[in-house]
């Protein structure tokens, strides 16, 4: 019997295009200005420390900032640079710049599962800071409440069994006790590996019924059949 969801963001709970059209345009934009006006702060100073590790040489603010936008333009899942894109994401919800998308499904979902007592985490490549903050500026509240824990790219890439064993460790519940959702075949695969159910959100359609992934449309559809397994 499943005893937790751990739920994918991008293309799962969340629009697709709100995270390429929406999010990380406006992280690229205010990229430059907003290091060089916090290049004193020690979140950012970390961060592009991190950079130059991560780049394997040494950078000046400038030399760092013309390569995180290189990872950007490259959509390069580096670290440091989904920490800094978390941070100017944080000063846009702030300022009201835009809200964070939740489809109506799987946020009702999402509270029906938590009423009902399953615990729910969140596992994206985007940070934790950046899941946070998506979750608790939606149109439907802030809905970081209904989550015990997130993990990004920190526990290992999505595509890798290794990261999903590392969830695993971290909580007290075994493999089969766990369904992770996701829009993407590889990771499901990885999970699966892993020892985790999985189901595969085909939002956008195509449901074929074979393959080693359930697959359905939407959360609502997600039966509680799927969770007793």
């Known amino acids: 019997m499943i005893k937790a969801i751990i739920t994918d963001i991008e293309g799962t709970t969340s629009s697709l295009a709100f995270v390429q059209a929406v999010l990380f345009p406006y992280a690229r934009r205010h990229l430059a200005e907003f290091v060089r006006s916090h290049a004193d702060d020690p979140a950012v100073?970390?961060?592009l420390a991190d950079t130059a590790a991560a780049a394997g040489q040494a950078l000046d603010t400038e030399a760092a900032i013309g390569q995180l936008l290189a990872w950007a333009d490259a959509d390069q899942k580096i670290t440091p640079l989904k920490a800094l894109q978390g941070l100017i994401w944080e000063a846009g919800y702030r300022q009201g710049d835009f809200y964070g998308h939740v489809y109506a499904d799987a946020a009702?979902?999402?509270?029906?599962?938590?009423?009902?007592?399953?615990?729910l985490y969140v596992y994206s490549s985007g940070s934790v800071h950046a899941q946070?903050?998506?979750?608790?500026?939606?149109e439907y509240g802030d809905?970081?409440?209904?989550f015990s824990g997130?993990?990004?790219?920190l526990v290992g890439a999505k595509r890798e069994?290794?990261?999903y064993q590392n969830i695993v460790a971290q909580l007290p519940f075994l493999p089969s006790e766990l369904l992770f959702l996701?829009?993407?075949?590889?990771?499901l695969d990885a999970a699966q590996a892993a020892g985790l159910q999985t189901v595969w959100l085909?939002?956008?359609?195509?449901l074929d019924g074979t393959g080693l992934h359930r697959q359905v449309g939407s959360f609502a559809e997600i039966s509680g059949a799927m969770l007793a397994a």
């Open 182 to 187: 996701s829009d993407i075949k590889e990771e």
């Open 108 to 119: 009702t979902q999402l509270q029906h599962w938590r009423q009902q007592g399953l615990a």
């Open 150 to 153: 997130y993990f990004d790219t």
């Open 45 to 47: 100073q970390g961060l």
């Open 202 to 206: 085909k939002r956008d359609g195509g």
């Open 132 to 138: 946070k903050l998506l979750f608790a500026h939606t």
């Open 143 to 146: 809905l970081t409440p209904l």
């Open 161 to 163: 069994v290794a990261a």
